[in-house]
T-cell receptor, first 114, second 109 residues
Framework: GAGVSQSPSNKVTEKGKDVELRCDPI?????LYWYRQSLGQGLEFLIY????????KSGLPSDRFSAERTGGSVSTLTIQRTQQEDSAVYLC????????????FGAGTRLSVL | GQNIDQPTEMTATEGAIVQINCTYQ??????LFWYQQHAGEAPTFLSY????GLEEKGRFSSFLSRSKGYSYLLLKELQMKDSASYLC??????????FGTGTRLQVFP
């Protein structure tokens, strides 16, 4: 596609439920990143996929968070047993690895946990 | 470790010039990025500096001093549409980005 696409754009859920957030990167981009943006905070790195390599999960805040990337393209971020502190905007970005490695972002999914 | 500091908020008048500063501490340096983010929208790439000096792109310029761990984004001839957050970011471990909290710029008529 022309840009990074994320769905849903907004998600409201009840505490304790599981949620899945989807990211469709720019075609041909081998690198995919998930970030979290809480109110008044900077973007916080969560996880990074590069080609067929094992993902870098060093930013995941707890074992309730997981992500996968199928076929080197679409990625899903799953949050199990959501808590109120998980409320944030979840941003996905993709890039061509090498060179300036500019990351292109989607508009994000705004998650509200009630 | 990695640390990035930028002012939280700035205000300016339409037509004026504004400078948004960013200081960073990083182990190893692989360049510095500036992104613009309008409320509720995706961050969009503005500039990437890896060498010292000023790089100009139209109304926007970005400056880097590696020895001082300092960068700034210069916006000239401000327009109302420039009201946004400006995010400074540096890569670490080659590919990931660490971001500052962003500077929210409000442009008034």
């Amino acid at each position: 596609g022309a840009g990074v696409s994320q769905s849903p754009s907004n998600k409201v859920t009840e505490k304790g439920k599981d949620v899945e957030l989807r990211c469709d990167p720019i075609s041909g981009h081998t690198a995919l990143y998930w970030y979290r943006q809480s109110l008044g905070q900077g973007l916080e790195f969560l996880i990074y996929f590069q080609g067929n390599s094992a993902p870098d999960k060093s930013g995941l805040p707890s074992d309730r968070f997981s992500a996968e990337r199928t076929g080197g393209s679409v990625s899903t971020l799953t949050i199990q047993r959501t808590q109120q502190e998980d409320s944030a905007v979840y941003l996905c970005a993709s890039s061509l690895v090498g060179g300036e490695n500019i990351q292109y972002f989607g508009a994000g999914t705004r998650l509200s946990v009630l | 470790g990695q640390n990035i500091d930028q002012p939280t908020e700035m205000t300016a008048t339409e037509g004026a010039i504004v400078q948004i500063n960013c200081t960073y501490q990083t182990s190893g340096f692989n360049g510095l990025f500036w992104y613009q983010q309008h409320a509720g929208e995706a961050p969009t790439f503005l500039s990437y500096n890896v060498l010292d000096g000023l790089e100009e792109k139209g109304r926007f310029s970005s400056f880097l001093s590696r020895s001082k761990g300092y960068s700034y984004l210069l916006l000239k001839e401000l327009q109302m549409k420039d009201s946004a957050s400006y995010l400074c970011a540096v890569p670490f471990n080659t590919d990931k980005l660490i971001f500052g909290t962003g500077t929210r710029l409000q442009v008034f008529p």
